[in-house]
């Protein structure tokens, strides 16, 4: 390992990532003491990111789940700290789509008149929506999790897909904040949706209960709507089963997407233009990991061709640009 100056770059590249994680969780607790700015703080999270997953790779299986649950921990407060920017929500642009795309009428609402159950009296279509809502808080971290225990050696890819995909969902939270439906409904953008969780919620959890989970969950950023990342983060495990090779991942997880497409729709908790965001997001996340893994592999693969074209291409140059010699006139 070459040295500078008697420090090796793996030590220099170490030391730098060491202070960008502990300037990151710096950034954290000023956030939550003395309110530092969002735009500041974000730039500072993703480069504490970068690094633990930088640094995660020198401390074997185990630092895979502690890069997966430390940009977790981040993720939770850049997703707290996208609505504090001031930038005006903007959620006319995504209402006005749905009304030309359908006709006049927005699904949530077209589902929750001809299906009922949000406002009063919830059914089974709004406990079995609620309940697939619910599940979200699992299902993608169980795909790193399944991935770590019992394929270990697709766990880095899996791990950096599925955290990829929620770091593109929450950029988009700062620049592009959006009020769900059942909050457009509130402020009077919308008519005929109601939030069905505020219904089934307190039927299933007791009210004392469900508004606590509300106050953790939901209100610290409440226009977080576009893109769905409930829709992106259960999407992308198709994306983990194409990687794993494993049909059934592939088929759990494109029906779940459906079944959470109906129940994000249904309860007003997201339209279609998010869901649809939410999966390019999750294509773009998958294709830029497994992407750039392939060109790597080729670039390794075709090193000595690539080798051998440098220096035909070079002789070339040098033959094609060689000056003739210098003629000597007799004296």
């Known amino acids: ?7 090796s ?76 920017t001031g930038l005006r929500v903007l959620t006319a642009y995504v209402i ?16 929750q008149e001809r299906i009922g159950g949000t406002s009063s009296a919830p059914g089974f279509p709004a406990f079995f929506s609620a309940i697939v809502h619910w599940t979200w808080f699992v299902f ?19 791990t950096i ?39 089934v919620g307190p039927a299933l959890l007791g009210v004392d209960f469900y508004n606590w989970a509300f106050i953790a969950m939901a209100e610290p950023n409440p226009t977080a709507a576009m893109p769905s990342l409930h829709f992106a983060a259960s999407f992308v495990v198709v994306g983990v089963g194409i990687v794993l090779r494993s049909r059934w991942v592939i088929a759990v997880a494109v ?29 773009i996340a998958f294709a830029a990991v497994e992407g750039g893994r392939y060109v790597r592999a080729q670039i390794v693969l075709r090193r000595e061709q690539l080798t051998i074209s440098g220096q035909r291409v070079a002789q070339w140059l040098r033959e094609a640009l060689r000056l003739p010699p210098p003629r000597i006139e007799a004296g």
């Open 1 to 7: 390992m070459r040295r500078v100056q008697g420090i």
């Open 9 to 84: 770059r793996r030590e220099a590249i170490g030391a730098v990532c060491w202070a960008a994680l502990a300037l990151g969780l710096l950034a954290v607790v000023l956030r939550l003491t003395v309110s530092l700015d969002p735009v500041a703080f974000a730039p500072i999270c993703g480069l504490a990111v970068v690094a633990v997953f930088v640094l995660a790779r020198r401390w074997g299986d185990w630092g895979i789940l502690v890069a997966y649950i430390v940009a977790m921990g981040f993720f939770t407060q850049l997703r707290d700290a996208a609505d504090e």
């Open 96 to 111: 006005d789509w749905e009304l030309w795309m359908f006709a006049g009428v927005t699904p949530s609402a077209w589902l």
């Open 140 to 158: 993608p971290h169980a795909a790193v999790l399944g991935a770590w225990l019992f394929v270990r050696r697709m766990a880095w890819r899996v």
């Open 161 to 199: 897909i599925v955290a990829l995909t929620f770091y593109l969902g929450v950029l988009l939270y700062f620049t592009v904040p959006t009020a769900p439906p059942w909050m457009a409904a509130e402020q009077g953008l919308i008519d005929g949706i109601a939030r069905g969780m505020n219904v």
């Open 255 to 283: 029906l779940y997407s459906i079944a959470l497409t109906f129940s994000l729709v249904y309860l007003g908790e997201h339209y279609i233009a998010d869901i649809l965001a939410g999966g390019v997001v999750a294509f």
